[in-house]
């Protein structure tokens, strides 16, 4: 089992503080454009700041989404920047002959990062491909994803949430509150968007705090009921 303090440090992902944010960083973030703003994420390792930044929550939640692989085949991941998570799942599961991963971004850039991190991890840079997640219509057993429905501006993708619940049946999701809201609050937000496709939420991990930050990041499972 690979250890995920030792994953990280392999990985780069060390702890910081949104002190330590670059004037490049902070252009990204003003970006408005969906789009953009996530070419920008990946193209200046804005991405790999916000690993590092959520260093600590991240110790936690992703041995809790391992957790949630016990017994699953078949696992797909949307949305999966430059694949740390899905390296990590994958590194875990390597004694699963019958495990299947499939991780997909539409971002060049993001999967790039993914691929060489799959070959830092001895792993199949084939894992991870480039494809736009709203023309995808495989089904699998799980899904996976960090931050995958959340909206930067209204909260919860109400898109991506309509496309999921098409893909599977069972998903867990890593998301965060910056804030605005409390945590019953966002949690609710999840709870109530769902509940349009007939799948419940359960929230597993509340109140993981991100040093320096109002926000904190937790693990959401979805069902369909």
């Given amino acids: 089992m690979a250890n995920i303090d030792d994953f990280f440090r392999k990985n780069g992902v060390v702890p910081k503080s949104l002190t330590q944010i670059s004037d490049e960083h902070i252009r990204v973030h003003k970006i408005k454009d969906p789009k953009e703003y ?16 959520n260093y600590y929550p991240n110790r936690l939640l992703f041995v809790k ?10 696992v797909f991941e949307p949305c999966c ?17 019958h495990f299947s991963y499939n991780g997909i971004d539409s971002s060049e850039y ?26 995808y219509e495989t089904r699998h057993e799980l899904i996976v994803g960090r931050h995958v429905v959340n909206n930067r501006y209204a909260g919860v993708n109400r898109p991506m949430v309509e496309k999921l619940c ?19 609050q966002c949690v609710d937000m999840y709870r109530d968007e769902f ?24 693990v959401i499972e979805v069902t369909k009921q």
Avoid: W
């Avoid at 200046?44 to 690993?51: E, K, Y």
């Avoid at 830092?120 to 840079?125: F, K």
């Avoid at 939420?201 to 937790?218: A, R």
């Fill in 65 to 74: 989404m391992l957790e949630a692989l016990e017994g699953v085949n078949d």
């Fill in 195 to 218: 509940a349009k496709y007939d799948f419940e939420v359960e929230s597993l991990i509340q109140k993981v705090k991100v040093p320096s930050t109002m926000s904190f990041s937790f």
């Fill in 110 to 135: 993001a999967i790039e990062k993914a691929k060489e991190r799959a070959v830092l991890n001895a792993l199949n840079p084939d894992l991870f491909c480039q494809e736009d997640v709203f023309d």
């Fill in 38 to 53: 996530y070419r920008e994420f990946s193209k200046t390792g804005f991405d790999d700041f916000i690993d590092c930044v």
């Fill in 166 to 184: 098409t893909l599977s049946d069972h998903m867990f999701f890593i998301q965060t509150n910056y804030g605005n809201m409390s945590d019953d």
């Fill in 81 to 97: 920047g430059s694949g740390l998570l899905g390296s990590y799942l994958n590194l875990n599961m390597g004694d699963n002959s």
